[in-house]
């Protein structure tokens, strides 16, 4: 059996992403979510251990918290510090973080890689698999943009290659910083239903060359303030869900331990997702 672990967890779109594509493969595995609440990760491992769960993805809280109580640990999420992918290997609890692959994969999907200097707004969670992938696949300069700044150093820090650099958040640094960028990633909560207003005016976007992309990593609206001014401009845009979708099909290839084929199943997972 595989779940999924999180507080709330009644939301998760990963059992409909899933279960698609292990019938997609005739796979007769089932996938369910299981709610576990902040602390209780240890616990639910020992539950996981005795009912035979051979593998289950996490979402909030518990991503950080599952770092110390791994067997081992996938290089990534060395670098990350969060764990969105448990399996079971040989009786071990085998660790690994698949956002940082699902981000770029979905970039590529949507035409907006390579690009060689991106502007990324935020620094947490998220924001630091994307920035430490983006890094390690070939960009030249990313500038992670936070309002803490503080926060947005310390990302920096943990990035071996010296493309990472830390900036502002405000619209004169964003407006200096996307002149000289191709790539807009919006890795922050701005934007999502209960933080609809993103910016006061996003006239950062009108010095993007006309070829860039402009990424939001939420999905829910599909259409945030920022992608709708970003295609009102004539830019490329792609919202989260091809990253959500992405970074689940990095998930069961860990679960599966082999390759799949994943254009295939992207093609699935969007069209069983347009139904519902
Ligand atoms: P997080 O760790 O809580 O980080 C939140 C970030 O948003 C921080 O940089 C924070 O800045 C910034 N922020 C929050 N409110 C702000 C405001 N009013 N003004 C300016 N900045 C603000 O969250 P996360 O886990 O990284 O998630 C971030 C987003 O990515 C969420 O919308 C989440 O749903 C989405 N996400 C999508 C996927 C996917 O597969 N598509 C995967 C993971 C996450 P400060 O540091 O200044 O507080």
Redesign the pocket.
Known sequence: MLQVIGDPIAHSKSPIIQTTMLDYLGLDIPYTPHLVKKGDVAQYLAFAAANQVTGFNST?PHKEDLVPLMDELGEEVQRYGAVNTVCLRDGKWVGHNT?GD??LESLVYSGMWPARQVVL?????????VALRLAQAGAERIWVC???LS??QQLCQLDPTGVLAPAG?DLDTLARLCSQSQLVI???????ND?PHQFEDFSFLDVLPRDAGVMD???YPAQTQLLQQAQARGLNTC???P??VY?AIFSLEYFLNRSLPRGELAKAVFARLAQV
């Open positions: 909030m956002d699902g981000c707004l935020g620094a947490g969670g998220a924001a630091r698999a936070n309002r803490t926060k947005a958040f919006n890795c922050t909560n701005l934007g999502m933080c990593l939420i999905y919202n989260g869900l990253m959500l970074q």
